[in-house]
T-cell receptor, first 117, second 113 residues
Framework: NAGVTQTPKFRVLKTGQSMTLLCAQD?????MYWYRQDPGMGLRLIHY???????AKGEVPDGYNVSRLKKQNFLLGLESAAPSQTSVYFC????????????????FGPGTRLTVT | DQQVKQNSPSLSVQEGRISILNCDYT??????FLWYKKYPAEGPTFLIS?????DKNEDGRFTVFLNKSAKHLSLHIVPSQPGDSAVYFC????????????FGQGTELSVKP
């Protein structure tokens, strides 16, 4: 099992450019999440999904869009990148909360380092 | 509004001694708490968790203590090893928020040989 994978690992964008980050998981998890990590800020939730075809806003959703067309994939899009979106982006997945004995453990990908100039 | 706070950005400990990482929270609806460990250039990995109905959970060298009245939890690592050097994140889940977790800012632990 590869777990949670993210592509690309690194990316540099100019202000105003767009891009899509891809997250894939092979654990048959229902829930998927996108976070950003900034120095001194911990991990902040951008958007999340509780199942195929569903998405919801997290703590810092502005400037991002997401789609979950397939259960195993969760895409994060930046339509017009800004320097404030320079960050490390992590995708995570988990079982649904109704699964017994699984707790609320989320499994994370290795991250994408994005720089917007 | 930081609902989960880790007030120590860094901690340095000698190998073999105890490491104590602290976390405070403000939301009374949190019912489950987790600790994650993160090495540079990697994603966070789950370490240990505790339900709000317990006050202690132990897994090998790692023990998490929960003090609900003080809204405080701590992670004890005994004995500390150089390989434990990493950033540790505390996270919490509110019972009415599905699987969403709120993370603290992280504490960077350095274990010196």
């Amino acid at each position: 099992n590869a777990g949670v994978t993210q592509t690309p690992k690194f990316r540099v964008l100019k202000t105003g450019q767009s891009m899509t980050l891809l997250c894939a998981q092979d654990m048959n998890h229902e829930y998927m999440y996108w976070y950003r990590q900034d120095p001194g800020m911990g991990l902040r939730l951008i958007h999340y999904s509780v199942g195929e075809g569903t998405t919801a806003k997290g703590e810092v959703p502005d400037g991002y869009n997401v789609s979950r067309l397939k259960k195993q994939n969760f895409l994060l899009g930046l339509e017009s990148a800004a320097p404030s979106q320079t960050s490390v982006y992590f995708c995570a997945s988990s079982y649904s909360v109704g699964v017994p004995d699984r707790g609320y453990e989320q499994y994370f990908g290795p991250g994408t380092r994005l720089t917007v100039t | 509004d930081q609902q989960v706070k880790q007030n120590s950005p860094s901690l340095s400990v000698q190998e073999g001694r105890i490491s104590i990482l602290n976390c405070d929270y403000t939301n009374s609806m949190f019912d489950y708490f987790l600790w994650y460990k993160k090495y540079p250039a990697e994603g966070p990995t789950f370490l240990i968790s505790i339900s709000s109905i317990k006050d202690k959970n132990e897994d090998g060298r790692f023990t998490v203590f929960l003090n609900k009245s003080a809204k405080h939890l701590s992670l004890h690592i005994v004995p500390s090893q150089p390989g434990d050097s990493a950033v540790y994140f505390c996270a919490a889940r509110a019972y009415n928020q599905g699987g969403k977790l709120i993370f603290g800012q992280g504490t960077e632990l350095s274990v010196k040989p």
